[in-house]
């Protein structure tokens, strides 16, 4: 007789005696199933919902007709892969599975063991739906303070006004973070992020009707749905119009994640800028930071930019190769102890005007472009890999803080700084490879199906794309977007400035920056020496540096508490946790290690300058702040008289 066995890779047809047992049936199914399918995990069940399901191991001795199996019965089967992580055991095995969003942008695909692009999201579809994401997901304390906060735009008393001094009207109520006519006035191009959730979440949720609550947030998806209910197999062997995706219609976004980037100094974009004075060549470098609240937006956020971190690189004079970034996880680690994060990433396009007095050619404009394709893909693909964390999505995340910073010339040949971030619908259109950049910087190119060799890819479905825009007779017309469209619809731009009163975390940056050897300035122990000088009145030396503190634990000579320790005292810039950092064994051993390899000595003791009684001052507030831990009882005791002469 002839069974059917439908299963997640499809229907397969089995010839068979009804005097066979299911063990002979099981030999001759696993025979036609994928390689990497685990036999002790098949089931069958003669339901589609798998109500009734047995283990094929548990009913292996039974004769099919002893279950009642006829000529053309349709069994229900499956299974779970010996490779299968979360989310893949019910697809296609992890391993042989080439995801859309890891094709290089020629169309070819990453093997498995290369290096991705873009971290890829599981194989759930379109992303795994948390049940009460308000109740599990975790944000950041910024984003919980905001969702505390009203945002209301109080106003004072108007000439229309004819109430007394405690009434109210339409004409001095306050107003709602995303008025339109507020943010007119105020020249804000762009909602805060708060402002776009209070927005939409009042027309989602109404909570006079009583109606259970939604989460407003929903992250695109463009790329086909996995583990589709109607039975089909799986893309690219089958689809259907429940699981491909839906056409795209562009629109400039409306809001943005970050709302500025505040720059902790002017000094740490200057030192950054020197790359390119002594070389002529660009230069990219990460953002280490914070992000805080922003006054001038509703609800506004803005990133604290503390450190620029230059990662390993190949810099030419037009454009920059990025080289594998091997510590990565070590320079997270700093600047976590730090109480830092990445930020963003920044990165130079300057050209010499060859006039001599400083002035660099303008490339960005209004006439050319302000940020190219191949720029935009870079942005999308680093936003992905720092999503943010949101209670109020369905997937519990939704968009990304990371910036994207360009040093370029602008409209007067001085050095400026742009800032931007890409649009959600861009970083879900490099994840599924829809988009490729252009020779043209001002336009993006949508891809074709077909690889370079003429066959289908069975690594993407491009889906139809479409953009809206003003005409030449001012209608508002869709436009389609087959085979390229303007870039504008793919970022946001954001302001940028520096503090009225700069008070930088790192306050003495003069350890030679990493990964610079190409102009002379290499990271030693006697850069180390020399830092860590505390001659002269110094008395932190040159402790408060990022740079610094990263060769430091690189040595590997700290433990995990005295680096610690060492990252609050070149934070905080207090004299007692240095005083005990200076105590610690760990400390000891570095400074000896450092004094064999180059022959000299960092100073440990030094004298009070005559004459200045702040010095002192903090000198004693520091010991008597040391001898308050030394009289704790199970402290550790910290020896003040090897640093200062009382």
């Keep these: 007789m002839l069974l059917r066995l439908r299963g997640p890779d499809g229907m397969v047809?089995?010839?068979?005696?009804?005097?066979?047992?299911?063990?002979?049936?099981?030999?001759?199914?696993?025979?036609?199933?994928?390689?990497?399918?685990?036999?002790?995990?098949?089931?069958?069940?003669?339901?589609?919902?798998?109500?009734?399901?047995?283990?094929?191991?548990?009913?292996?001795?039974?004769?099919?007709?002893?279950?009642?199996?006829?000529?053309?019965?349709?069994?229900?089967?499956?299974?779970?892969?010996?490779?299968?992580t979360n989310g893949h055991t019910n697809g296609a095995p992890a391993s042989s599975t080439t995801l859309s969003s890891t094709n290089r942008l020629n169309g070819k695909p990453i093997l498995p063991t290369e290096d991705r692009p873009v971290d890829p999201p599981p194989l759930t579809s379109p992303a795994k739906i948390i049940k009460n994401p308000w109740e599990v997901v975790k944000q950041s304390p910024l984003d919980d303070r905001l969702d505390r906060q009203d945002g209301k735009i109080p106003r004072g008393r108007d000439r229309m006004c004819k109430h007394g001094p405690k009434g109210m009207c339409d004409y001095c109520m306050p107003l709602d973070p995303f008025n339109p006519q507020y943010l007119a006035d105020k020249k804000i191009k762009y909602l805060s992020f708060h402002s776009y959730l209070r927005k939409i979440n009042s027309a989602t949720n109404k909570p006079e009707l009583g109606s259970s609550f939604i989460p407003p947030l929903k992250e695109p998806y463009f790329r086909v749905k996995r583990d589709c209910p109607s039975g089909h197999p799986q893309w690219p062997e089958g689809i259907c119009t429940k699981c491909q995706p839906s056409a795209i219609t562009l629109q400039p976004q409306p809001f943005r994640m970050v709302d500025h980037v505040e720059f902790a100094s002017f000094e740490l974009v200057n030192t950054f800028i020197d790359a390119w004075r002594k070389t002529g060549t660009q230069r990219i470098g990460y953002l280490y930071g914070r992000y805080a609240e922003y006054s001038e937006v509703p609800l506004g956020i803005k990133a604290v930019v503390e450190a620029i971190y230059e990662v390993p690189q190949v810099d030419e004079v037009d454009g920059i190769s990025l080289s594998p970034w091997e510590n990565e996880a070590a320079v997270n680690e700093v600047a976590r102890l730090c109480g830092l994060e990445q930020v963003g990433v920044i990165f130079t396009d300057l050209l010499d005007a060859g006039t001599g007095d400083g002035k660099v050619i303008c490339k960005r404009h209004s006439d050319s472009y302000y940020l190219t394709s191949l720029e935009v893909c870079f942005a999308a693909r680093l936003q992905a890999q720092h999503p943010k964390p949101s209670k109020w999505s369905d997937t519990g995340r939704f968009g990304s803080n990371f910036v994207t910073?360009?040093?370029?010339?602008?409209?007067?040949?001085?050095?400026?700084?742009?800032?931007?971030?890409?649009?959600?619908?861009?970083?879900?259109?490099?994840?599924?490879?829809?988009?490729?950049?252009?020779?043209?910087?001002?336009?993006?190119?949508?891809?074709?199906?077909?690889?370079?060799?003429?066959?289908?890819?069975?690594?993407?479905?491009?889906?139809?794309?479409?953009?809206?825009?003003?005409?030449?007779?001012?209608?508002?017309?869709?436009?389609?977007?087959?085979?390229?469209?303007?870039?504008?619809?793919?970022?946001?731009?954001?302001?940028?400035?520096?503090?009225?009163?700069?008070?930088?975390?790192?306050?003495?940056?003069?350890?030679?920056?990493?990964?610079?050897?190409?102009?002379g300035d290499v990271q030693d122990a006697r850069s180390a020496v020399k830092a860590l000088d505390t001659s002269g009145g110094r008395q932190l030396g040159s402790l408060s540096d990022f740079h610094l503190l990263n060769y430091i634990h690189q040595t590997g000579v700290l433990s995990k508490e005295e680096e610690s320790l060492l990252c609050r005292a070149a934070t905080t810039h207090d004299l007692a946790e240095t005083y005990q950092l200076f105590s610690m064994p760990g400390w000891q051993t570095l400074e000896t290690i450092l004094t064999t390899q180059t022959g000299e000595r960092t100073p440990q003791k030094r004298k009070r300058p005559h004459g200045s009684s702040g010095e002192g001052g903090r000198i004693r507030l520091a010991a008597v702040r040391l001898n308050e831990r030394n009289s704790s009882p199970n402290g550790p005791i910290f020896d003040r008289a090897k640093f200062e002469e009382l």
């Design 13 to 84: 047809r089995i010839n068979i005696e009804k005097t066979d047992t299911f063990a002979e049936l099981g030999r001759q199914l696993v025979a036609q199933l994928p390689p990497t399918v685990d036999p002790n995990s098949i089931s069958m069940s003669p339901d589609p919902q798998a109500r009734d399901s047995k283990k094929l191991k548990d009913i292996a001795k039974f004769k099919l007709a002893q279950i009642g199996l006829n000529h053309g019965d349709l069994i229900f089967i499956n299974y779970q892969h010996q490779n299968a």
């Design 405 to 519: 910073c360009i040093i370029s010339g602008d409209e007067t040949g001085q050095i400026a700084i742009s800032s931007y971030q890409a649009s959600n619908d861009a970083v879900e259109m490099v994840r599924a490879d829809l988009i490729e950049p252009s020779a043209d910087p001002t336009v993006m190119l949508v891809r074709e199906e077909e690889e370079d060799d003429g066959t289908t890819s069975r690594t993407r479905y491009i889906p139809e794309v479409f953009y809206r825009k003003i005409n030449e007779y001012g209608a508002n017309v869709q436009e389609n977007a087959k085979p390229s469209f303007p870039v504008e619809y793919l970022f946001v731009t954001l302001t940028h400035g520096f503090p009225a009163q700069p008070k930088p975390l790192f306050n003495t940056p003069n350890f030679p920056i990493e990964n610079r050897e190409i102009i």
